[in-house]
Nanobody
Framework: QVQLVESGGGLVQAGGSLRLSCAAS????????MGWYRQAPGKQRELVAT???????NYADSVKGRFTISRDNAKNTVYLQMNDLKVEDTATYYC?????????WGQGTQVTVSS
């Protein structure tokens, strides 16, 4: 069982930065896929970034070059550094751990970007 708690969300002006953190209560395995998703009002939840074993990362096209995902397995934590934020990045951001065959989700943290 893995429990995830996100932090670091908030209100920021366009062009600003935020760093999200996700702390896992259980032990994170190197084989776990860790990621961030987001959901804006009235829209479906979408992938933002994932990190797999071996430091392989994947990003949504909309955040490439602006967001960076990183993980610290020793601290059971995954991070999302968000730079050059845009109004359209406004959403609730969810941490995810996929450990076959189970998906674990955090409760979400709100990110609001003002123009």
């Amino acid at each position: 069982q893995v429990q995830l708690v996100e932090s670091g969300g908030g209100l920021v002006q366009a062009g600003g930065s935020l760093r999200l953190s996700c702390a896992a209560s259980g032990i994170i395995r190197s084989s776990d896929v860790m990621g961030w998703y987001r959901q804006a009002p009235g829209k479906q939840r979408e992938l933002v970034a994932t990190s797999t074993s071996g430091d392989s990362t994947n990003y949504a096209d909309s955040v490439k070059g602006r967001f960076t995902i990183s993980r610290d397995n020793a601290k059971n934590t995954v991070y999302l550094q968000m730079n050059d934020l845009k109004v359209e990045d406004t959403a609730t951001y969810y941490c995810n751990v996929w450990r076959w065959p189970v998906d674990y989700w955090g409760q979400g943290t709100q990110v609001t970007v003002s123009s």
